[in-house]
């Protein structure tokens, strides 16, 4: 079973002061060296021993310490210190960083092969995950954000006219937002946080995207048609309710189905309508 580790702070002293206490077990080695006393070898070892233990952490940064092949902790504070001599020292970056995937060819949730791609904003907040539980977390943070993206991508359909089915062009916010999670969950073993994740490519793959820009016109063109058909009966409906209503005219159903058909022409006519003015017959 694979250990987990969890960052902890590291043992560590002001370097300064042990600057100056190494500064002084040098002089008083080469002093006694000089005077004839083998003392001085003992403070010249002193002085070599504090020298390797100096570390100076940059801000945003994080020291990992490792003692003979055991995590010992992290410096996350920055400063100039001094730490056991004899751990290793391994630097991580704590910067916010931005991966911006490559443009990658997925068939979405209606089977069209589209191109997506994405930029993923995180940083790291746990520098021993990042260093002991994953081979190479900047490659880890590559290769599960673009298996986020392709298994987003496979969920939603490029485009919708239906406002009930969620598309990667309806609702980008949405998108956005489970993107994140998902890669989020994916790279939470390497102590990496997510702070967005946005879409900032998509189109249709070449081979296919004339046919289907005609087909979203026809599609659009429908959706459109559908919307003016839908509210035009609603016009007419309330028209003959007013006239009705006010009973300044009688209608029977021969005269209703006429003014309904005019009306309909009238609102759902792609050209300006022409009216045409009854004046009665000549002979009753």
């Known amino acids: 079973m694979q250990q987990v580790i969890q960052e902890k702070r590291a043992w560590k002293t002001n370097g300064f002061v042990m600057a100056g206490v190494g500064l002084i077990a040098l002089l008083l080695g080469g002093v006694l060296l000089l005077a004839g006393s083998a003392l001085g070898f003992f403070f010249l070892i002193v002085a070599g021993l504090i020298a390797p233990g100096f570390v100076m952490v940059q801000p945003n940064e994080a020291r990992v310490l490792i003692f003979f092949g055991k995590?010992?902790?992290?410096?996350?504070?920055?400063?100039?210190?001094?730490?056991?001599?004899?751990?290793?020292?391994?630097?991580?970056?704590?910067?916010?960083?931005?991966?911006?995937?490559?443009?990658?060819?997925?068939?979405?949730?209606?089977?069209?092969?589209?191109?997506?791609?994405?930029?993923?904003?995180?940083?790291?907040?746990?520098?021993?995950?990042?260093?002991?539980?994953?081979?190479?977390?900047?490659?880890?943070?590559?290769?599960?954000?673009?298996?986020?993206?392709?298994?987003?991508?496979?969920?939603?359909?490029?485009?919708?006219?239906?406002?009930?089915?969620?598309?990667?062009?309806?609702?980008?916010?949405?998108?956005?937002?489970?993107?994140?999670?998902?890669?989020?969950?994916?790279?939470?073993?390497?102590?990496?946080?997510?702070?967005?994740?946005?879409?900032s490519h998509l189109a249709y793959a070449p081979e296919i995207a004339q046919a289907m820009l005609r087909r979203q016109q026809a599609a659009a063109i429908i959706a459109a048609?559908?919307?003016?058909?839908?509210?035009?009966?609603?016009?007419?409906?309330?028209?003959?309710?007013?006239?009705?209503?006010?009973?300044?005219?009688?209608?029977?159903?021969?005269?209703k189905a006429t003014m309904v058909n005019n009306l309909l022409v009238a609102l759902v006519a792609e050209g300006d309508a022409q009216p045409v003015i009854n004046t009665g017959t000549l002979y009753s």
């Open 71 to 199: 995590y010992s902790g992290s410096i996350r504070e920055a400063g100039f210190f001094w730490v056991n001599p004899f751990t290793i020292r391994r630097r991580v970056s704590l910067r916010v960083r931005n991966f911006n995937s490559e443009k990658l060819k997925v068939n979405d949730a209606a089977g069209n092969p589209i191109m997506i791609g994405a930029v993923v904003v995180w940083k790291v907040i746990d520098s021993a995950k990042a260093l002991f539980d994953v081979d190479n977390y900047e490659d880890f943070v590559a290769i599960q954000s673009e298996t986020a993206i392709r298994s987003l991508a496979s969920r939603y359909p490029y485009d919708s006219h239906d406002d009930d089915v969620p598309s990667l062009r309806g609702i980008p916010d949405e998108v956005a937002e489970t993107l994140r999670r998902e890669v989020q969950e994916r790279l939470q073993v390497a102590g990496v946080e997510v702070i967005e994740a946005r879409i």
């Open 225 to 255: 048609r559908k919307k003016i058909v839908e509210g035009a009966v609603g016009m007419v409906e309330e028209a003959l309710a007013y006239i009705e209503g006010k009973n300044f005219v009688e209608l029977d159903e021969e005269r």
